[in-house]
Structures are given as C-alpha cells and as structure tokens.
C-alpha cells in the first residue's frame, strides 16, 4: 500500500476553490452531506461522532470546541477556538485534519470558510427538496452579514433560478459602504437575474421588515443573537415558509421566537435531534421534545421517495452543526483541490 502524500489547503486556495464552484458541483456536495446524515437514522449507523469537547482557557480568554468524527474509510478532527469575555471579539480559528482508516495524514485544511459553507450546504438542502416538489421560491430574506449568511447568500444566486429577489437584513449602525460591501461578496462572479437589495434594522416594529418577511418564501437567520430577530407577529397564517435557524448555537441564543415553533402547522426539522435538545435555544425554550423534532436524515429519505408532501407547509430548520459535515465537506475540498492541482503537498510525512 502507497503511503499518502499529505495536502495543506489554506484559507486563501479553499475560498477561491469554494467561490468558483458551478451550481452542479455544489449540488453534488450538497447530496454527499445529505447522503451522510441519512447513515446516521440507520439502525446500526456506520459512523461515529463522539460529543464535542470544550477546552476553556480563562486565563487568555479562549474557548476551543474539538470535534471528532470517523467513517469506515476516513477520521477527520475539528478544532475550533473562539474568543470569550472579557477578550474582544474575532472571527474564529479553526483546523480540519483528515486521516485514513489507518490513521496516516491525508489533509489539514482551514476551517473557516468550511464551517460557513457546509452550515449553509445543509441549510439549503431541504428548500432544494421543497422546490423539486413544485414550490417556487421567488423572494428570500437574510438575516445578518457574516460568513454564513454570505454562503447561504451565494447558493440562493447559484441553486434557485425562480428567485426573484433576495433581501439581507443587516444590523442597525452598518453603513451603506457595509452593506454594499457585503452584497459585493457573494454578487460578484455569480451570473444571476435576481434583484438584491438591503437594510437595516433593530428589532420591533418596521413596516418595511414586516412587509419583506410577509412576501417571503424562506428566511434564513445566521446571527449568534440572544433575542428573537423581529417580532414573530410578522409570520402571518396567510403563506407558507422555510425558516432557517443557523446562527444560535447556544441554549441561551435564539433567533425566532419559541412559540412559533410550537405552532401546530409547523413541522421543526433538525440536524441532530440529541443536539439540539441540549445546545439549541430556540427548541430547548420552546420546551419541545424528541417526538416533536425530524431529523434531517428522515425528511431527505422522505423527500427522495416520493413522501414529501408533509413538509411543503412551514417548515422550521435548526442547525447546531455536526462533525460528520465537517468531513464530508472536507473529503470533497481535497477531491477538487487534487482534479484542480492545488495546495501543498508534504512528501515523506508519513514513514
């Protein structure tokens, strides 16, 4: 057997080779990541994702979240470390390794741009589901200007042609050049007729907020906030949504109000039912329970079979993220960066 030639992928390679991927190769992806999260509702699951672990460092202010995960054929760690009171925020830093089953090195890769890309890969899956049973997606919102809500941003221009007009709702205090600046992340490069526009906003009554998330067909937040986004008055009876909850990860953090996933024509879909009972705020403060909760693995099954029918309603979508994203998303980089010949390669690594 060859020893490995181990791949080095930074920050800069990965993001030119995830920006400049065409619409068939991220819904490839995209059925790669789904196709794992069905493994996962298997009776005997092939794959094995111990809980994350946090290393608090209160001396230097530090919080690092390890992930671990392993298939048959690969083992992948994440290691993410983030900034905690009273250190001044900044955006994480993080690493993916990627071994074979034996467990000799094959790639370590940035993780920065993975984290945000599978979160919204994952997120945007089941409105494809919903789009390929005969629902129109014309009109979008998105809460927030971070690196999620700019891939969630990105796919939408790419995955859904019928869009007509995408909204990004930025926090109150950005300024034009920001917003601008935001818009021209995701706009740029991407051959799209939908119309893109923004603002910003504080929370409570807007009439022009209210009248963006009543025309929508899907909402997506990706915001760490601690307080519901706006007030959920403005989801109306009268249309049918996917709502996407991406951003809070904590229990204390939510970004729709609890009651409305208490609603009863809701269906609340999550990526894993035991994780987000414990970690996401908006189902552990609506005091929802297992038997309320899909796991997404279900409803791609269903939605692939012919028994979609029951989440063409409102649909609420709760992500805390999970380690075999990671390195499913991960697999598929380094597969493209071999085809495209780029990174460092480490020869000799292993004896």
């Not at 949504?241 to 996933?261: Q, T």
């Not at 809701?266 to 987000?276: G, I, L, M, P, Y």
Request: hydrophobic letters at 40%.
């Amino acid at each position: 057997m060859s020893t490995p030639t181990p791949l080095i992928l930074t920050h800069t390679t990965i993001t030119s080779l995830l920006t400049s991927l065409p619409a068939p190769a991220i819904r490839s992806i995209i059925a790669s990541l789904t196709a794992s999260l069905q493994t996962l509702t298997q009776p005997t699951p092939i794959i094995t994702q111990p809980p994350r672990q946090t290393l608090q460092d209160n001396i230097a202010n530090y919080t690092t979240l390890i992930m671990p995960c392993s298939t048959p054929n690969l083992t992948s760690i994440k290691s993410v470390t983030l900034p905690t009171p009273p250190a001044p925020p900044s955006p994480p830093n993080g690493v993916i390794t990627l071994q074979d089953a034996a467990g000799r090195l094959l790639a370590v890769l940035n993780a920065e741009e993975i984290t945000a890309f599978r979160t919204a890969c994952v997120s945007i899956a089941l409105l494809l589901g919903r789009i390929r049973y005969g629902l129109a997606v014309k009109k979008a919102v998105v809460f927030s200007t971070g690196k999620q809500a700019e891939w969630i941003s990105r796919l939408l221009l790419k995955l859904c042609p019928t869009l007509g007009r995408l909204s990004i709702i930025g926090r109150e205090g950005n300024s034009p050049e920001k917003m601008e600046a935001f818009v021209g992340k995701f706009r740029g490069g991407v051959e799209s007729g939908t119309r893109v526009g923004w603002k910003t906003y504080g929370g409570g009554i807007d009439q022009d907020v209210q009248d963006e998330l009543h025309e929508a067909d899907a909402i997506f937040c990706c915001t760490p906030s601690r307080v519901e986004l706006f007030p959920v008055e403005f989801l109306t009876d009268e249309k049918e949504r996917y709502i996407s909850l991406i951003g809070s990860y904590k229990p204390h953090m939510k970004e729709l109000s609890p009651g409305y996933l208490r609603r009863e024509s809701v269906t609340v879909v999550v990526d894993s039912v035991e994780a987000c009972l414990v970690e996401a705020g908006e189902v552990i403060q609506a005091g929802l329970k297992a038997e309320d909760l899909m796991d997404i693995g279900s409803v791609v099954s269903d939605l692939e079979n012919g028994l979609g029918e029951k989440y063409l309603g409102d649909v609420v979508f709760k992500c805390v993220g999970l380690a075999i994203m990671d390195l499913i998303a991960a697999e598929e980089i380094v597969k493209i960066a071999k085809e495209q010949k780029v990174g460092i390669e480490i020869p000799g690594f292993s004896a």
